[in-house]
């Protein structure tokens, strides 16, 4: 895995990977250049966790813009977290959900 930034302590996760403790917000950003851009510019400072949920409506964005980003080469997708949350909702069916967000991302 690239190196994550000096100021994110990492956590161990049960496979061994070390995932950055910190992420990156992605509340409220919904244009896809300022995505882009804001997801380009925490990776070139160092970030390697992308943080999001169901409920921000960005997901799909999300996933646009990391295509773009890793399609340009400097970065790989197995060198970036990306952590989602899922709230209960009642008449959800969370399988659903799990897999929208997977193809969203």
Known sequence: MATSANFAPL???SD????????LGTWQTTNKKEMTDLLRNAFDLGYRHVDTAVLYGNESLIGE??????SEGKYKREDIF???????IAGTDTLETVKKSLQDL
């Not at 061994?16 to 992420?23: E, T």
């Not at 813009?65 to 890793?70: E, G, P, Q, Y």
């Not at 990306?82 to 209960?88: A, D, E, N, R, S």
Request: charged share 10%; proline share 8%.
């Open 11 to 13: 956590v161990t996760l």
């Open 16 to 23: 061994g990977n070390k995932m950055p403790m910190l992420g």
């Open 65 to 70: 813009s990391l295509r773009a980003i890793f």
């Open 82 to 88: 990306i952590v989602t949350k899922l709230f209960p």
